[in-house]
């Protein structure tokens, strides 16, 4: 039988001992960390103009009213306009019009406030989206989008 030290993850055993000691719960994860992972939302689902979308939740900021839009002069027409929200112009896109479809003319309105690397942007949504863990409709790469459809002056 050897006994002598050897390194297990780092760790000296004690004397006498074939395993380091353990610290209880160390490297465990509880039981309720593992039922918030199973029940915890993956994505925001929406609708716009009759078709279904999701954004993986790690992009998604918050789900806000709609407000005023201003307009922009000359842009596309995926391009809504600017919202303010808690002071900063955000960009709102419209998914309907980006894909050739008619603009949304809901009453119910949301915008899907989402980040990718610092660039904020605000998805029109009809109705309220929800948050779920199963992926219905399009995906909406923000990240893609944000490389693809980049609005400001480069």
């Given at each position: 039988?050897?006994?002598?030290?050897?390194?297990?993850?780092?760790?000296?055993?004690?004397?006498?001992?074939?395993?380091?000691?353990?610290?209880?719960?160390?490297?465990?994860?509880?039981?309720?960390?593992?039922?918030?992972?199973?029940?915890?939302?993956?994505?925001?689902?929406?609708?716009?103009?009759?078709?279904?979308?999701?954004?993986?939740?790690?992009?998604?900021?918050?789900?806000?009213?709609?407000?005023?839009?201003?307009?922009?002069p000359l842009a596309p027409p995926h391009l809504r306009g600017l919202v303010?929200?808690?002071?900063e112009a955000i960009p709102v896109i419209d998914l309907a019009r980006l894909?050739?479809?008619?603009?949304?003319?809901?009453?119910?309105?949301?915008?899907?406030?989402?980040?990718?690397?610092?660039?904020?942007?605000?998805?029109?949504?009809?109705?309220?989206?929800?948050?779920?863990?199963?992926?219905?409709?399009?995906?909406?790469?923000?990240?893609?989008?944000?490389?693809?459809?980049?609005i400001g002056v480069n």
């Open positions: 039988m050897n006994t002598a030290p050897e390194e297990h993850n780092g760790a000296t055993p004690l004397p006498g001992s074939l395993t380091p000691p353990t610290i209880p719960g160390q490297g465990q994860t509880s039981e309720v960390e593992q039922q918030a992972e199973r029940i915890a939302p993956v994505c925001c689902c929406f609708r716009l103009s009759g078709k279904e979308y999701f954004l993986a939740i790690e992009y998604m900021l918050e789900i806000a009213d709609l407000t005023e839009i201003t307009l922009v303010n929200i808690r002071g894909h050739g479809d008619a603009p949304s003319h809901a009453r119910d309105q949301r915008l899907i406030i989402s980040d990718a690397g610092g660039e904020k942007l605000a998805f029109l949504a009809e109705g309220i989206p929800s948050l779920s863990r199963e992926r219905e409709g399009e995906e909406v790469d923000v990240v893609h989008f944000v490389r693809s459809y980049k």
